[in-house]
């Protein structure tokens, strides 16, 4: 007799790392809210010369105040916080996959952010880079 899969080879994805309580929302909800908040201060505080897209502005400025003082990408920081906030309640391995996607993304696309302001803005760069981490403060 030949044993039969309990369900499809992804259905790992649905199997909870957290066991759900309350204590769970109320760690995630004010995360995921803290992030959108700093996502949004961030792409306020960019104003003109935030793009979709990987470019440069006419009178592109290098923005190192308000969150861009504690870390060079606020606005995908932000977003990976409000994805780890999300996480906690939902509490299944599918939702850290979907954490680890988004960090691979944002930090590929920090990469060749930095490039091109690292091109543009030269030592003025190299310097704010030093002094300022990528996405999480003191630590990334």
């Known amino acids: 007799m030949a044993l039969q899969a309990s369900g499809p080879p992804w259905s790992w994805l649905f199997l909870r790392f957290i066991r759900f309580y309350v204590g769970v929302v ?3 909800a004010p995360l995921t809210w803290l992030g959108l908040a700093l996502t949004f201060c961030a792409r306020f505080k960019l104003a003109g010369n935030w793009s979709a897209s990987v470019a440069l502005k006419q009178g592109h400025e290098l923005i190192q105040g308000g969150p861009y003082r504690c870390v060079r990408h606020p606005i995908y920081a932000g977003a990976l916080l ?9 509490g299944q391995w599918r939702s850290l996959l ?13 990469g060749r952010e930095e ?4 091109a543009t803005f030269g ?3 190299r310097s704010y880079q030093s002094r ?3 996405l999480i403060p003191f630590i990334l």
Request: charged share 15%; proline share 3%; hydrophobic share 45%.
């Open 98 to 110: 979907a954490l680890a996607l988004t960090l691979g993304a944002d930090w590929y696309r920090c």
């Open 123 to 125: 030592d003025e760069y």
């Open 82 to 90: 409000a994805v780890a906030g999300t996480a906690c309640p939902i």
């Open 132 to 134: 300022t981490r990528r």
């Open 26 to 28: 109320g760690v995630g």
């Open 115 to 118: 490039q091109l302001m690292a």
